[in-house]
């Protein structure tokens, strides 16, 4: 896989956006412009990592050419294409700011939803990320088209349902995290399902998640890459996946309802005194409850393996901030000895010596 980085300045940001890109040449020049200038608007220093998702346009070779002057821009550009999953991925591991954000190439959201967000989490410093929902109060959608937008509120609610109806949308890209909190987490989706990976691990990790009201806008420039088919199955499954008692619970309690049905008519006709002995009915019975019962085990076999799964998260959360500190104490500490090393100007002969700070500190013990 052939894979690039443009590096700009050593200065660390405040605010990292991370913009993914697939074949959206047309909407680069607008989407970083309105970005950048929107974040101008708060003072604060900024970087927008945007990254090419290996596309088959010139939209790797606009990114170049659009970073040319523009010191808040870094480019991430790979081959062949991944998903916008793992570009996500790989823009939060190039973003340096305190805040990372992360929102369409489209500007399905407008910019202003992004310093919104930003203020919220210096407001509230509990807080570790902002999730922006069209479908909470307060948020809407424009011009979005009506099957689409349908789809996406069913989605959202079944996911929802699932999570334990704590998040409206679990599924957009609109989002502000607080650095320690997302480079925390061992991701690994490279598709869409990428933002529910990131919400059920927060939430199982005991981050506190907020969402703010946010309007969804249909795209006016590129190709759409919806995939209804795609996207509906990654999400049934990432449902069934959190929440196994959905599928095993509502197939169990059915099967067990049917042959506890079946019972009552059996009970009927054995009253009635037109019981047929010869016909096979009781057995279909015992079945349908037994069978009914074992799924239902199932669903609380699968329960309990989530909340295990759970346990691992806050586990691998804490070993991972331990290795942060770790990488931080490390380079902390190597700078400290390089600038030990650095050779300083004797005063008599005004000639550049290595500093001897060390062996005079080791001297005067003796």
């Not at 989407?31 to 088959?56: H, N, Y």
């Not at 939060?92 to 989490?121: E, F, Q, W």
């Not at 999730?131 to 937008?149: D, F, H, I, K």
């Not at 100007?345 to 005004?350: I, Y």
Request: net charge positive; proline share 4%.
């Amino acid at each position: 896989m052939r894979w690039s980085r443009e590096m700009r300045s050593d200065k660390t940001p405040t605010v990292s956006v991370v913009v993914p890109m697939y074949n959206e040449a047309e909407n680069i020049p607008d989407t970083l412009d309105q970005i950048a200038a929107e974040l101008r608007t708060r003072g604060r220093s900024f970087e927008i990592v945007a990254v090419d998702d290996g596309s088959s346009d010139v939209t790797a070779r606009k990114l170049r050419t659009h970073a040319v002057g523009h010191d808040w821009l870094r480019v991430v550009s790979y081959q062949p294409n991944q998903g916008r999953g793992y570009a996500i991925r790989e823009g939060i591991n190039a973003a340096r700011g305190d805040i990372i954000c992360t929102t369409d190439a489209d500007l399905s959201y407008s910019p202003d939803h992004l310093t919104k967000m930003v203020d919220l989490l210096d407001k509230y410093t509990k807080l570790d990320c902002i999730v922006g929902s069209p479908y909470t109060a307060g948020g809407g959608a424009e011009n979005v088209p009506r099957l689409r937008l349908a789809i996406s509120k069913l989605g959202n609610k079944i996911i929802s349902r699932a999570m334990g109806g704590r998040i409206k949308t679990a599924t957009g890209v609109l989002r502000a995290y607080r650095r320690d909190c997302i480079k925390s987490l061992e991701l690994f989706s490279s598709g869409k399902e990428l933002h529910l990976e990131i919400i059920a691990k927060l939430m199982a990790a005991g981050y506190r998640v907020m969402e703010m009201p946010a309007t969804l806008r249909s795209r006016k420039k590129g190709k759409s890459k919806f995939r209804f088919r795609a996207i509906a199955t990654s999400h049934l499954i990432f449902s069934l996946h959190e929440k196994p008692m959905l599928l095993f619970g509502l197939i169990g309690m059915i099967l067990i309802g049917l042959g506890l049905a079946g019972g009552g008519y059996v009970i009927y006709l054995w009253q009635s005194g037109t019981l047929n002995p010869n016909r096979p009915l009781m057995t279909l019975l015992v079945l349908f409850i037994l069978t009914g019962i074992q799924i239902l085990m199932f669903g609380f076999l699968g329960s309990g393996l989530v909340k295990l799964r759970k346990e691992v998260f806050v586990v691998q959360r804490e070993n991972k901030m331990l290795e942060m500190k770790l990488d931080g104490w490390m380079k902390t500490h190597a700078k400290a000895e390089d600038k030990d090393d650095e050779p300083i100007a004797d005063a008599s002969s005004g000639k550049p010596q290595r500093n001897r700070r060390v062996d005079q500190e080791a001297a005067s013990h003796h």
